[in-house]
């Protein structure tokens, strides 16, 4: 995987912390931050699947309602 430079600022005490916690885990800062970003991508996707489960749960009625217990597949529309 190609990687990118970025460039941050922080404040003093957010830099330390993460070098920090960077040490505790024995990893450089860069791995920790990729680290971290990656786990707030996961939260994210995981949020929309959750939401999107919610909708489906609220409206299945509706859907039940407007396209019939169709089979899945089936292509059948209106």
Same mark, same amino acid.
């Given at each position: %995987?190609? !990687? /990118?430079? $970025?460039?941050?600022? *922080?404040?003093? #005490?957010? =830099?330390? *912390? #993460? /070098?920090?916690? =960077? ?5 450089? %800062?860069?791995?920790?931050?990729? !680290?971290?970003?990656?786990? +707030? %991508?996961? @939260?994210?996707?995981? #949020? &929309?699947? +959750? =939401? =999107?489960?919610? &909708? %489906? !749960?609220?409206? @299945?009625? *509706? &859907? $039940? #309602? @407007? &396209?019939?217990?169709?089979? @899945?597949?089936?292509?059948? /529309? /209106?």
């Amino acid at each position: %995987m190609s !990687k /990118r430079q $970025l460039n941050v600022r *922080v404040d003093v #005490a957010t =830099a330390e *912390v #993460a /070098r920090a916690r =960077a040490e505790q885990e024995g990893i450089s %800062m860069n791995q920790y931050i990729e !680290k971290l970003v990656q786990q +707030d %991508m996961g @939260e994210t996707g995981r #949020a &929309f699947v +959750d =939401a =999107a489960a919610q &909708f %489906m !749960k609220e409206y @299945e009625s *509706v &859907f $039940l #309602a @407007e &396209f019939g217990g169709e089979r @899945e597949g089936a292509g059948t /529309r /209106r």
